[in-house]
Structures are given as structure tokens and as C-alpha cells.
């Protein structure tokens, strides 16, 4: 695992958790912007992106 790719994981799940739950269209982009964030780091560590569905606890 990368630094690198640990940081944007993390600084991506931060940014995803704080405006998910946001119901205007910018908190929607920021949460977005974070989930493409998190994905980034996963696969520069080697692990597969996220794809489920945001909120759902699914791992």
C-alpha cells in the first residue's frame, strides 16, 4: 500500500461522509468528487473501487 494512495482514500471517504446526506446539487457534487477520490487511492493501492451503493454499510 501507498501513502499516496491511503491519504486520497481516506481525504475522499471525509469529503464523501460530510456531504453525502446534503440535499443541494453541490453537496451531491462534493460527495461525488469524494467518492471518485476514494476509488483513486483503492485502485493505487491495488484494491478494487467501491461500487455499492453510498450509505449502505456494505464493505
Known amino acids: ?4 494512495g491511503e ?3 481516506a481525504a475522499g471517504f471525509v469529503k464523501e461522509e460530510l456531504n453525502e446526506h446534503g440535499k443541494s446539487p453541490e453537496s451531491q457534487k462534493k460527495a461525488q468528487e469524494g467518492r471518485d477520490l476514494r ?3 483503492r485502485i493505487e493501492d491495488g484494491k478494487p473501487p467501491k461500487t455499492t451503493e453510498p450509505g449502505t454499510g456494505q464493505k
Do not use: D
Open 7 to 9: 491519504a486520497k482514500e
Open 39 to 41: 476509488n483513486e487511492g
Open 1 to 4: 500500500m501507498s501513502i499516496k
